[in-house]
């Protein structure tokens, strides 16, 4: 059975960096997708970014320039790399991936960026 952890949330400052990072386990082909959503207080979960199988990427609008997602398929692990945080990136951040034909979530990490 698939499971995604994800680690390295915590209370940063604007303007600070964080990264977080997610590690499958248990998963026996490489998925299509992996990725990062965010749910900000109050709001729906929203999409950060996400990687393809061919590493064709995919970020919010919101966050291009200052987040890098990396991936690496041998180890089925896949960071968020947050530079330049604003109090509104603020969120859980989840773990994504799938394999096209069923998805799979971690249970999130909070991320809390202070003015």
């Known amino acids: 059975q698939v499971q995604l952890v994800e680690s390295g949330g915590g209370l940063v400052q604007a303007g600070e960096s964080l990264r977080i990072s997610c590690a499958a386990s248990?998963?026996?082909?490489?998925?299509?997708?992996m990725g990062w959503y965010r749910q900000p207080p109050g709001k729906r979960r929203e999409l950060v970014a996400v990687?393809?199988?061919?590493?064709?990427?995919t970020y919010a609008d919101s966050v291009k320039g200052r987040f890098t997602i990396y991936r690496d398929n041998t180890k089925a692990t896949v960071d968020l790399q947050m530079n330049s945080l604003k109090p509104e990136d603020t969120a859980v951040y989840y773990c994504?991936?799938?394999?096209?034909?069923?998805?799979?979530w971690g249970q999130g990490t909070q991320v809390t960026v202070s003015s």
């Open positions: 994504y991936a799938d394999y096209g034909y069923e998805d799979f």
């Open positions: 990687v393809g199988h061919r590493s064709t990427t």
């Open positions: 248990g998963s026996g082909a490489t998925f299509t997708t």
